[in-house]
């Protein structure tokens, strides 16, 4: 029997390397497998070797084959991975990328069995050290995927990740572990002391690598397919390792919000119901327990039912751990103070405006100093309380009616001019606006966004708990500030003014106010205590002035421009801080007060963006507007009203927004250096923002006008946007037109503004036209003649349809193949609803009074006549204007004569008589049987009529002998017979 | 018949033919042979049922096999699944992901609603055949399905519901 087997695996193994169709091959190497590993696997060590020759195989095929046999022999015998090891790696690097992604998948079983196989194995020696070690590498080339250009790719090197975060990590008893899953390898089966597993090492890995993952989802270029993949993913791991529930749903709260913006309509709605089913399946999972709310409130947005909701909720009883709400109120009670404090201060300095920008700063670093200080020390967050829940937390008791208000209304600046698809997709009204747990959804929607966006309470506590756990307790004992949330903005802010400040007696009555608008908690005192230390340091050697080196007018200059710089960058922390506005006052202060290089620099910043920073420039204006009044005259009560200063921002202004660069232009160059994936991503978001710019925009315009060389799709496909609802606008017809003439001759390039171009320019572009591909043709006559446009939008075209199909016609053949324009007239005809009877009258009509008469036109005539029988009285009349015309000088038309009267008879019997004697010999000569009709015809005649027809002609009729062929005569026989009948 | 390896299941509970009434359609549980329905419903009234064409179908089912399979009985792995109601690919994605998972292969589900009733399925099924050879025409599917899939929709105007699962 064993015998049998290895002599049929032989046989097998020989056919499948001798050429031969791949599939066939395939088959063969797939019955070996077979053989060895479900019939007789005592076999795989005499065959493993000749089996793995193949995986250097021309065909993907074979060699993935093989790889499913690695991966079928590794399952039966993990022993083997240490003699396969070197196939696999030569595998991974294989040029093809199915072999490739096949391999990952295999790889992702194969790593698993690894672990478990050496967790088990006593004896390590040096071969299974450097099969680890190679193993090793290939998981870091895989997890590299998770950057490759292959959507394919990238897809499985997520699951190789779930894996990974799977294996290296450990069950806990809540965790739900799929049958086929149970007796896979997890962190609980590794013995401490392993030679070469070391638990801790890899404990740490499962968790960078679910890291990794979490990150990778929410990241912002994913493509819809990855997206699913890796939602999969760590819905998967939630699942079967409970401790990343948290995590998890935060990241599909996060997710939720933040779709990746390259996503079409149709993924979005894909994607969401993937995260709805992921949501549903966790709902269900016992330690979502406590994220319940959460969890229902984001299944309830997109679009669950009650019923589906109370459906996948756990049957556990309520084991109530609300640790989270409480430690929640704890902090929401000191929150909301800390923020009207802040307020307040602004409010009031700002009536003062002169000073407000060092005033502002200062307090605002003490703020930041007493939200640390009053948070981190005091309240020790649970370990599974994460930097959303904080946020969420922090921010709770912050939306109030009047700030939820003014978030609305700053960001309705920012608003998007088009509602983008994903929100119109999902938007649903608000249904119990204001109530407590609308508030604490809205907390966590904006505590997700911030905490994606790398701000907040909660992030910046968790990046100071990770980076210096330690430092923490030292820097609030020196009284230090330490950088959070607030202070990241201000920091940036502090340099610029600090001087000034120290020069000023201002700092005294500024935190003067400051203690007096604030309760006296315990952060206030310490912010307190802070200030004079610092101070005191400073007082001791008091000297200021012998201290401090008077500063070189160029370093001054180059700090304080420096700081300029800081301030504008410094947009989004401000903006995030919610001291926008500060900053705001602080710039237009500055750039009034201080001399022309701050001026252009603040002008280059907000025309960079003027869109954006239009704001700026109008607070710039009203600054100077009122300085030129004089109501800030403290500096000098004497002063007159002077507007020259007013006057020369506001012409400046002005003349900058005139001349402002033009974006799109800079898109074009843009799109000429990137590589072709990048090129379809534009020309795919192209659409909205050219359609609403539409074709009157100057910008556009100007764009098409200055076409860089290789953005010719790009501007294509921005006419073609812009012609595809409206008919094109008489300056883009210009633009393009002339585009074309001077710089790109792809007759393309017309297509879309063709209906924009007059009836002799198209006439003069149509050879090149129908030359283009049959589509693009079947595009060009659509246009032309106004088909699949609607009603509102279809217009006039330039040219008739019966025009467009005379011009068809009168194409020279040197111009363009007959072929080709033959084709041409071919889709025209087959128009029938626009090219009617009626119409091709007259297109032939006007045809035949051309001389020469095109070459086509006979054919367009037998074709009228067999889409229309009923013109065929129509078509003598023409035919008759032939035999006028001498149409037999001409040897096409004369030839589609002929077979007319062919098609015909009898109708054109008639017509034959009036032929000149030669002329219908060669007719008889060409198409015989129109004599024995023409006889027939002539028999059927009265003899009145019969004597009308000129005796040469008859002659010609009945003189069968002389110039026609043999084989014709036989057929002619009968015609005696018929004369004698008749007589 | 166009070079596809095709199988067709059903997802439901039962077989439902259209009968006499909407309210009265014709149910069958899923191992009842095309042959008995065939003959079933000639009895009932064969002038109704050929002519709404559910016999022909019947017919043809009959010659192509023994009777209806239900998706979530069927352990065949495939590379695209092709639903033609969004129900059904509900039904269809929330089967995959309870399933065993072993071989971590990917698995395309998409879904292009198609109208029950004999024209609308002919003309869904002109159009499925015409994106399954686009898609057996790539070389790496998986790479390019995201474009097939944009540009198919952009020119049936059609939306596209697509997911991936893994066996």
């Known amino acids: ?983 | 018949k166009r070079g596809l390896l095709v199988r067709s299941y059903g997802s439901g509970q039962q077989v439902k033919l259209p009968g006499p009434s909407l309210e009265k359609p014709n149910v069958y549980t899923f191992d009842t042979p095309y042959e008995f329905m065939y003959k079933d419903l000639y009895n009932k009234d064969a002038s109704l049922y050929t002519q709404n064409g559910v016999l022909h179908m019947l017919d043809r089912n009959r010659r192509i096999k023994e009777k209806p399979e239900r998706f979530q009985d069927s352990r065949e792995r495939f590379d695209v699944i092709f639903t033609v109601e969004e129900r059904i690919f509900d039904q269809v994605m929330e089967d995959l992901e309870n399933r065993d998972k072993r071989t971590n292969e990917i698995v395309h589900v998409i879904n292009i609603d198609v109208i029950d009733n004999p024209e609308d399925a002919t003309l869904g099924a002109f159009m499925l055949c015409e994106l399954g050879q686009k898609m057996e025409a790539t070389n790496d599917l998986d790479n390019a399905i995201d474009e097939i899939l944009t540009e198919f929709e952009s020119k049936t105007k059609r939306t596209i519901l697509h997911a991936v699962s893994f066996y």
Not at chain 1, 331 to 349: A, G, L, Y
Not at chain 1, 445 to 469: R, V, W
Not at chain 1, 912 to 926: D, E, I, S
Request: proline letters at 5%; aromatic letters at 6%.
């Open chain 1, 1 to 983: 029997m064993s015998e049998n087997i290895q002599e049929t695996i032989v046989e097998l193994i020989n056919q499948a390397s001798l050429y031969g169709k791949d599939s066939v091959r395939v088959q063969h190497l797939r019955h070996v497998q077979e053989l060895i590993l479900r019939k007789d696997p005592s076999l795989l060590d005499n065959f493993l070797e000749e089996v793995l020759g193949f995986q250097t195989d021309k065909s993907p095929e074979v060699r993935k084959t093989i790889i499913s046999f690695i991966e079928e022999a590794c399952q039966h015998d993990p022993e083997v991975i240490v003699k396969v090891i070197d196939s696999l790696r030569l595998l991974l690097y294989d040029d093809n990328v199915l072999v490739q992604k096949r391999l990952i998948v295999s790889m992702i079983t194969i790593y698993r069995l690894t672990l478990k196989w050496l967790s088990k194995s006593r004896l390590v020696d040096e071969n299974v050290r450097s099969m680890w070690e190679s193993m090793v590498n290939m998981k870091i080339h895989i997890i590299a995927m998770l950057d490759s250009d292959n959507d394919g790719l990238r897809t499985v090197a997520i699951k190789f990740i779930e894996m990974l975060a799977l294996v290296l990590s450990r069950r806990t008893s809540d965790s739900i572990i799929p049958t086929s899953n149970e007796q896979d390898f997890s962190l609980n089966l590794l013995q401490d002391d392993h030679r070469i597993l070391r638990r801790n090492k890899l404990e740490q890995e499962g968790k960078d690598v679910m890291e990794k993952l979490l990150e990778f989802t929410l990241s912002q270029h994913l493509s819809s397919v990855n997206l699913i993949a890796a939602m999969g993913a760590i819905a998967n791991i939630a699942r079967q390792r409970p401790d990343y529930m948290s995590r998890v749903v935060q990241t599909f709260e996060a997710l939720q919000v933040n779709l990746p913006p390259t996503l079409v309509d149709s993924q979005v709605s894909s994607v969401r119901k993937i995260i709805k089913l992921k949501l549903l399946s966790l709902l269900k999972h016992p330690a979502s327990f406590d994220f319940q709310p959460q969890i229902t409130t984001l299944l309830t947005d997109l679009g669950a039912t009650q019923a589906e909701v109370l459906k996948h909720l756990p049957k556990v009883p309520a084991e109530s751990k609300r640790k989270i709400t409480l430690s929640n109120s704890e902090i929401n009670t000191k929150k909301p103070k800390m923020t009207i404090d802040d307020t307040s201060i602004f409010d009031k300095d700002d009536s003062n405006s002169s000073i407000s920008g060092k005033g502002i700063s200062t307090s605002g670093t003490h703020g930041s100093t007493m939200s640390s200080t009053s948070t981190s020390p005091s309240s020790p967050y649970p370990q599974h309380q994460t930097a959303i829940d904080i946020t969420a937390a922090d921010l709770v008791g912050k939306l109030s009616i009047g700030n939820v208000v003014d978030l609305v209304l700053v960001s309705m600046f920012l608003l998007p001019e088009k509602m983008p698809a994903s929100f119109q997709a999902t938007y649903t009204p608000i249904a119990a606006a204001g109530t407590p747990a609308q508030i604490e959804h809205l907390a966590r929607l904006l505590g997700a966004q911030l905490t994606a966006a790398g701000y907040g309470k909660g992030y910046e506590l968790m990046k100071s708990q990770q980076q210096a756990k330690p430092k923490i307790d030292d820097d609030i004992d020196e009284g230090k500030p330490i950088a959070s949330i607030a202070g990241i903005g201000r920091d940036d802010l502090f340099p610029s003014s600090s001087a000034d400040v120290e020069g000023k007696p201002m700092l005294p009555s500024t935190s003067g106010n400051e203690l007096s608008d604030m309760p006296s908690t315990s952060a206030g005192i310490t912010t307190m205590s802070t200030i004079p230390s610092v101070q005191q340091k400073k007082m001791k050697p008091f000297k200021l002035a012998d201290a401090i080196k008077p500063i070189e007018y160029d370093e001054m200059q180059r700090m304080s421009t420096d700081s300029f710089y800081r301030i504008l960058h410094a947009e989004d922390v401000c903006e995030t801080a919610g001291v926008g506005h500060v900053r705001k006052k602080t710039m237009t202060s500055l750039v009034c007060l201080s001399e022309r290089s701050f001026r252009d620099i603040y002008e280059d910043y907000i025309f960079a963006d003027v869109r954006k920073r239009h704001d700026l420039a109008f607070a710039w204006l009203y600054q100077e507007f009122v300085y030129a009044n004089g109501y800030l005259s403290i500096l000098d009560p004497n002063k007159r009203k002077d507007f020259t200063k007013y006057d020369d921002t506001l012409c400046r202004l002005l003349e900058y927004l005139q001349e402002k660069p033009d974006q799109r232009d800079g898109l074009a160059t843009i799109y000429t250096a990137v590589n072709g994936d990048i090129k379809r991503v534009i020309l795919r978001v192209l659409e909205n923002p050219v359609r609403d710019m539409g074709m009157g925009s100057a910008e556009i315009l100007k764009l098409v006008e200055n076409c860089p060389k290789g953005a010719e799709t790009l501007i294509t496909r921005i006419i073609h946007i812009l012609t595809e609802k409206a008919p094109p606008s008489r300056e883009l017809v210009e633009k393009v037109r002339d585009l074309y003439h001077k710089r790109v001759s792809d007759v393309r390039f017309l297509i879309p503004v063709l209906t924009g171009l007059d009836k002799r320019e198209i006439i003069s572009v149509l050879p090149k036209l129908i030359k283009l591909s049959p589509p693009v043709v079947k595009e060009v006559f659509n246009r032309l003649l106004g088909l699949n446009s609607s009603p509102e939008t279809s217009h006039a075209s330039p040219i008739l349809s019966s025009e467009l199909l005379i011009a068809l016609h009168q194409i020279p053949s040197e111009e363009c193949e007959l072929k080709t324009t033959m084709n041409a007239t071919t889709l025209c005809l087959n128009e029938r609803s626009i090219y009617t009877h009626d119409v091709l009258a007259i297109v032939i009509q006007q045809l035949v009074d051309i001389s020469p008469i095109p070459v086509l036109f006979m054919r367009t005539v037998l074709q009228a006549l067999s889409f229309y029988p009923k013109m065929v009285g129509f078509v003598m009349n023409i035919l008759q204007r032939l035999i006028t015309k001498q149409a037999w000088k001409q040897a096409r038309i004369w030839e589609g004569f002929i077979k007319c009267c062919q098609k015909t008879r009898p109708h054109s019997f008639p017509l034959l008589l009036q032929l000149p004697p030669p002329q219908l010999k060669h007719v008889f000569q060409t198409a015989p049987e129109l004599r024995e009709g023409l006889m027939r015809h002539l028999h059927s005649m009265s003899i009145g009529q019969r004597s009308l027809i000129p005796s040469s002609i008859l002659t010609v009729i009945e003189d069968n002998s002389e110039n026609v062929a043999p084989e014709i005569r036989i057929q002619t026989v009968p015609i005696p017979s018929l004369t004698s009948h008749e007589q």
